[in-house]
């Protein structure tokens, strides 16, 4: 089964997704803040990570910047899913390495678990 790491700092949205992910048959592990979720993704080697920007502790752009950096992680996929849907942050957030760049208020939890089965190649 894919493991997929979310980085989400609002407890709510963590549980919505571990909700969705489980129902979707997909293997969920979170962190609540970016430098937690790089720990993570050291540790855990996830095959996606998710990771929302603002967030106290390292924000979502920093981990980023810092995974893409490091040669052991650096090929694991990020997607950043946020609630700023800023033209700018979406280019730097590639510049910066990132896979894709999904707006929580565009992309509602079965699409990002879809998205996800999707990218990874899972099928159901």
């Known amino acids: 089964m894919a493991k997929i790491l979310l980085i989400e700092d609002d407890p709510d949205q963590v549980m919505l997704y571990s909700i969705k992910f489980k129902m979707e048959g997909l293997d969920l592990i979170c962190a609540y803040n970016g430098r937690e979720g790089l720990e993570m993704a050291r540790r855990e080697k996830p095959q996606l990570i998710l990771s929302d920007v603002v967030m106290n502790n390292m924000d979502g752009m ?63």
């Not at 950043?80 to 033209?87: H, Q, V």
């Open 62 to 124: 920093e981990m980023l910047k810092q995974l893409k950096a490091d040669p052991k992680i650096k090929d694991i996929p990020v997607v950043m899913l946020t609630n700023l849907n800023k033209k700018e942050l979406k280019e730097k957030a590639k510049e910066l390495g990132a896979k894709d760049f999904w707006a929580k208020t565009e992309v509602m939890p079965q699409e990002v678990a879809n998205r996800v089965k999707k990218m990874l190649k899972i099928v159901k």
